[in-house]
């Protein structure tokens, strides 16, 4: 995606960057599960969350990835894959 990063593993802690529609998007994630979202001063402002892994189950994961990468993909690559059906991949149990 020409540079364009969807998410990010940040190796110091272990937590998972994605990124949400907007700022209050990532305020109600933030209120509503705080042992699944977290976030840092570094992302104040910015509407990116990250994700404590062992909190989250494949599913729920496969959705905020998809979701992540979706606010990211450049427009043609989005309609491509709506063509196709556009769901999260299904996930092993």
């Known amino acids: 995606m ?23 998007e ?19 402002g910015y509407p990116a969350v990250l994700l404590h892994l062992p909190s989250i189950g494949r599913r729920e994961l496969a959705e905020l990835l998809t979701d992540s ?11 491509a894959f709506d063509a196709a059906g556009g769901a999260p991949p299904k996930v092993a149990r």
């Open 69 to 79: 990468w979706r606010l990211k993909a450049p427009k043609r690559v989005l309609a």
């Open 26 to 44: 990532k305020e109600a994630m933030l209120g509503a599960e705080s042992k699944k979202f977290r976030t840092t001063p570094h992302y104040d």
């Open 2 to 24: 020409k540079g364009k990063s969807f998410c990010r593993l940040r190796d110091e802690d272990g937590l998972l960057v994605v990124f949400v529609a907007d700022l209050e």
